[in-house]
């Protein structure tokens, strides 16, 4: 598979890069493996340095990355700078906080000077995709190199100048040579890199599929993996809610990325006594997306990354609507070069209509209406994704039955599900487990020792039980 930065915008090839050799491959395990057993040993405060100086670069050069990021992938140019600079506020906060969440902790035991370490694993290798091509990266790099791992990324094959800006924007904040590298390598390599022993640990954020082959290598060698896989996230309007703010957010939270997010809403679930003046507000804000020109700061939803997803998606639609789904609007590809795809709203779904079933990833959202709580509950969780949900009620009783209710990672009331540093991010059931960001993201990837000094009338005594 090419290494090439295709824009989907026009569909131009703008560059293409050689896969790595085996060869080379093996030259920079090497590399990663020299640079764990110093970079552990590094000083935290000195890890935690680069960190925050690989924040400061990536919030001076927020339009620079975020015009990179537009030309790979396509998202709107505003979206991409943002992206840069909420990847600042991570380093920021790892750089803040990792001596906290990596400080020895005391027990409290009779005749013993006990306590818990946090001791980084060594090389990870993080498998990371295209549609977040900054963030996703961050969000695993700056927890992971603050902890005193180093890191190998082998990035989506259609961002590899992100890849390499990733890498040269780690150098350049003073982490040492093969603290963070990147691998220009198709698929095909991974399991040989994660049997290695030189490697310690993955991360992946991808398909389900991806992340059943990453785990059941992982698994085969006995490794530490975290995997953040799809979703097809629930959003819930219940008659209570703020309704004008709902379906402001609700379209903001289904256009996000060009449709293209893990954690989009996908599936809008209404209260029936709201449910056709909903759809019929909803419908005209989606029609009034502006679809275009990624590059300029008027347009809403860009190309999706690359043709196969377009098909993908349209497929979907085809399916649903032969099933017996009535399309409100959209459904098609857009003429013209370029990967785009009008924003689409799909009504009178059955809970079997592909889009229910399958993650969509695109500006396509469903519509489905519910009795009560009890029956936007059952609604939302009749899924095998659980990564993120949103409701929209003032009610207590509804909030605090959507709050214990919703089987998902992330649940957000009144509001739009979004990663946030402070916050653990992750999935059940087929989307994923493990936690990334936070104290819980920051030791996913060290070994928690315990330390139990004993004094020595204690050993004596326990020997003599």
Same mark, same amino acid.
């Given at each position: 598979?090419?290494?090439?930065?295709?824009?989907?915008?026009?569909?131009?090839?703008?560059?293409?890069?050689?896969?790595?050799?085996?060869?080379?491959?093996?030259?920079?395990?090497?590399?990663?493996?020299?640079?764990?057993?110093?970079?552990?040993?590094?000083?935290?405060?000195?890890?935690?340095?680069?960190?925050?100086?690989?924040?400061?670069?990536?919030?001076?050069?927020?339009?620079?990355?975020?015009?990179?990021?537009?030309?790979?992938?396509?998202?709107?140019?505003?979206?991409?700078?943002?992206?840069?600079?909420?990847?600042?506020?991570?380093?920021?906060?790892?750089?803040?906080?990792?001596?906290?969440?990596?400080?020895?902790?005391?027990?409290?035991?009779?005749?013993?000077?006990?306590?818990?370490?946090?001791?980084?694993?060594?090389?990870?290798?993080?498998?990371?995709?295209?549609?977040?091509?900054?963030?996703?990266?961050?969000?695993?790099?700056?927890?992971?190199?603050?902890?005193?791992?180093?890191?190998?990324?082998?990035?989506?094959?259609?961002?590899?100048?992100?890849?390499?800006?990733?890498?040269?924007?780690?150098?350049?904040?003073?982490?040492?040579?093969?603290?963070?590298?990147?691998?220009?390598?198709?698929?095909?390599?991974?399991?040989?890199?994660?049997?290695?022993?030189?490697?310690?640990?993955?991360?992946?954020?991808?398909?389900?599929?991806?992340?059943?082959?990453?785990?059941?290598?992982?698994?085969?060698?006995?490794?530490?993996?975290?995997?953040?896989?799809?979703?097809?996230?629930?959003?819930?309007?219940?008659?209570?809610?703020?309704?004008?703010?709902?379906?402001?957010?609700?379209?903001?939270?289904?256009?996000?990325?060009?449709?293209?997010?893990?954690?989009?809403?996908?599936?809008?679930?209404?209260?029936?006594?709201?449910?056709?003046?909903?759809?019929?507000?909803?419908?005209?804000?989606?029609?009034?997306?502006?679809?275009?020109?990624?590059?300029?700061?008027?347009?809403?939803?860009?190309?999706?990354?690359?043709?196969?997803?377009?098909? #993908?998606?349209? &497929?979907?639609?085809? /399916?649903?609507? @032969? =099933? *017996?789904?009535?399309?409100?609007? %959209?459904?098609? +590809?857009? !003429?013209?070069?370029?990967?785009?795809?009008?924003?689409?709203?799909?009504?009178?779904?059955?809970?079997?209509?592909?889009?229910?079933?399958?993650?969509?990833?695109?500006?396509?959202?469903?519509?489905?209406?519910?009795?009560?709580?009890?029956?936007?509950?059952?609604?939302?969780?009749?899924?095998?994704?659980?990564?993120?949900?949103?409701?929209?009620?003032?009610?207590? #009783?509804?909030? &605090?039955?959507?709050? /214990?209710?919703? @089987? =998902? *990672?992330?649940?957000?009331?009144? %509001?739009?599900? +979004?990663? !946030?540093?402070?916050?653990?991010?992750?999935?059940?059931?087929?989307?994923?487990?493990?936690?990334?960001?936070?104290?819980?993201?920051?030791?996913?990837?060290?070994?928690?020792?315990?330390?139990?000094?004993?004094?020595?009338?204690?050993?004596?005594?326990?020997?003599?039980?």
């Amino acid at each position: 598979m090419a290494i090439a930065t295709i824009n989907p915008a026009t569909g131009e090839r703008l560059c293409q890069y050689p896969e790595l050799t085996e060869r080379e491959i093996d030259e920079k395990l090497d590399i990663a493996h020299r640079a764990a057993q110093i970079w552990r040993k590094t000083p935290i405060e000195e890890r935690t340095r680069v960190v925050r100086r690989a924040g400061e670069l990536l919030e001076q050069r927020s339009i620079e990355y975020g015009r990179l990021m537009t030309l790979e992938m396509g998202k709107p140019i505003r979206a991409a700078i943002d992206e840069a600079k909420k990847c600042a506020t991570a380093c920021y906060y790892f750089a803040d906080h990792a001596a906290e969440f990596l400080t020895d902790e005391k027990v409290d035991a009779k005749d013993e000077r006990s306590y818990i370490a946090f001791e980084p694993l060594g090389v990870v290798l993080a498998v990371m995709p295209w549609n977040f091509p900054f963030w996703q990266v961050i969000r695993f790099a700056a927890p992971a190199l603050a902890a005193g791992n180093v890191g190998l990324l082998k990035h989506a094959s259609n961002v590899p100048q992100c890849a390499l800006a990733i890498e040269q924007l780690f150098e350049e904040a003073g982490a040492p040579g093969g603290v963070f590298q990147t691998l220009l390598i198709g698929s095909q390599p991974v399991a040989q890199i994660l049997a290695d022993d030189r490697v310690a640990a993955a991360t992946l954020t991808g398909s389900e599929g991806a992340g059943s082959s990453v785990a059941s290598i992982a698994g085969k060698h006995i490794k530490k993996t975290v995997l953040e896989l799809g979703g097809s996230d629930p959003f819930v309007v219940m008659a209570s809610a703020d309704f004008d703010a709902a379906v402001k957010t609700a379209v903001a939270a289904r256009a996000i990325n060009n449709g293209q997010s893990c954690i989009a809403a996908k599936r809008f679930i209404v209260a029936e006594a709201i449910a056709d003046r909903f759809t019929d507000a909803f419908v005209e804000r989606m029609r009034a997306l502006v679809v275009g020109d990624p590059m300029s700061e008027r347009t809403n939803i860009g190309p999706l990354a690359t043709e196969q997803i377009r098909r #993908d998606l349209h &497929d979907q639609v085809t /399916r649903a609507v @032969a =099933a *017996g789904a009535t399309l409100r609007l %959209g459904g098609r +590809a857009r !003429d013209g070069d370029g990967f785009f795809y009008e924003p689409t709203v799909l009504t009178d779904l059955s809970s079997e209509s592909p889009v229910m079933r399958e993650e969509t990833f695109g500006p396509l959202a469903a519509i489905v209406r519910a009795r009560d709580l009890d029956h936007a509950i059952e609604i939302a969780n009749d899924s095998r994704f659980g990564l993120g949900a949103a409701a929209w009620t003032r009610d207590e #009783d509804e909030i &605090d039955g959507f709050s /214990r209710g919703l @089987a =998902a *990672g992330v649940i957000v009331i009144n %509001g739009m599900v +979004a990663s !946030d540093p402070r916050f653990p991010f992750g999935g059940v059931k087929k989307s994923g487990y493990g936690r990334e960001l936070s104290a819980f993201g920051i030791r996913e990837f060290v070994n928690i020792k315990t330390v139990r000094v004993m004094q020595p009338e204690t050993a004596k005594a326990a020997a003599a039980e």
